[in-house]
């Protein structure tokens, strides 16, 4: 079912956090929900879990009303919520009744997902022994186990080494074969890049931008051409005429067509000699800082 959020609004005191947020999320399909520190993604999420009241404006789920009670919602918080004391399976366990399972269904998905993540040599340990990583898949196996409808992650890669966020990223890539409605909420944009259709970037409170990530990149109206070289190659660069800037080993040349970036390829070849060069559209994570930065 699609998740439907129409002109919503929220003040905390004089501060207007959430200003006129409409969103939409379709079944099977993973939407980024961006935005800098403070932009108003918790509180967005919040308010559909129904943990705040929005003031004006509607949250609907396949049309109806957004009610707790009847969305099997899955959601992996920013902040972590377990219980240091209490070992991982029973923890599941309490988890998966939370969420109307039986006892026995709960250990079953709970050992299926143990498994699958990779975590069954810890099943007897208090969670709060647990590695940070391992603790964030103990939480995400909560969110997943009840086989929600609904999945709403927040920074979910976050304590995750490179391994393990392979891992996860095969499990949120089969969420969206299951035809999951997913909200992905991260400032890790090589990863929203990967899984998301559509983003919304927030900036206080407001989006500022929103649509399919090549439709934005499209839009964006600059390329880069990424040169690099067995030299310094300042010198030549200043006398084409563009403007370029130097990341790492890298110079990139900022150009508005590909026909541009083909001609200033042919020339710098022509200059200097040449490790790598390519045209290559702006990275989400370009586009962000331009877009959400002050
Ligand atoms: N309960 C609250 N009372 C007062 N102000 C709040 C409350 N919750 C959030 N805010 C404020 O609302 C704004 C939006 O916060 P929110 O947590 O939604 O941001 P965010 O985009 O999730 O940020 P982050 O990426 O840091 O998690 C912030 O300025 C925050 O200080």
Known sequence: MNLTINDVNKHFGPYHAVKNLSLSVSQGEAVGLLGRNGAGKTTTIRMILGLLQQESGSIE???????????????????????????????????????????RAAKQEAMKWIERLEISQYIKK????????????????????????????????????????????????????EKKTLIFSSHRMESVESFCDRVYLMKQGEVVLSGSISDIKTQYGFKYVNIESTQPLEEYLMGLQTEFIKKGKEYQLQVKTMDQGLYLIEKIKSLVPIRKIGIADPSLNQIFIEKAGD
């Open 61 to 103: 789920w396949g049309g109806k009303s957004f009610s707790r009670k009847e969305v099997k919602l899955g959601y992996l918080p920013e902040e972590r919520g377990l219980y240091p004391k209490m070992n991982m399976m029973d923890q599941l366990v309490y988890f998966g009744q939370l969420e109307g399972m039986s006892k």
């Open 126 to 177: 208090d969670t709060g022994d647990l590695s940070k990583g391992n603790q964030q898949k103990i939480q995400l196996i909560a969110a997943l186990m009840h086989d929600p409808d609904l999945i709403i992650l927040d920074e979910p890669f976050s304590g995750l080494d490179p391994v393990n966020a392979q891992m996860l990223e095969q499990v949120i890539e089969s969420l969206i074969q």
